[in-house]
Nanobody
């Protein structure tokens, strides 16, 4: 069992930055690929970024390339999402997720554990 707790969300002006963190319980964090997803009101949950269990491979949705960076520190059981140049369309609840195995996935159904989410709001 893996428990995930996100933090770092908040309100920021357009063009600003936030850094989300996701802390995982347990001693097997390095066995899981990690992903970030987001869900805006009335919309389906969508893929944002993923990172392999060793951190060597990363994947991004087209709409965040060049603005967001995913990273992880396995010795701290934590994955991060650095978000720059935030826009109002980035406003959503952001979730981290863990997937058994080495590589990330863009599909929500491929992930085994989910956090409760953290709200990101962007004012124009």
């Amino acid at each position: 069992q893996v428990q995930l707790v996100e933090s770092g969300g908040g309100l920021v002006q357009a063009g600003g930055s936030l850094r989300l963190s996701c802390a995982a319980s347990g001693r097997t964090f390095n066995l899981y690929a990690m992903g970030w997803f987001r869900q805006a009101p009335g919309k389906e949950r969508e893929f944002v970024a993923a990172i392999s269990r060793g951190g060597l491979s990363t994947y991004y949705a087209d709409f965040v390339k060049g603005r967001f960076t995913i990273s992880r520190e396995n010795d701290k059981n934590t994955v991060y999402l650095q978000m720059n140049s935030l826009q109002p369309e980035d406003m959503a609840v952001y979730y981290c997720a863990a997937r058994r195995g080495g590589v990330g996935s863009v599909a929500t159904q491929d992930y085994d554990y989910w956090g409760q989410g953290t709200q990101v709001s962007v004012s124009s």
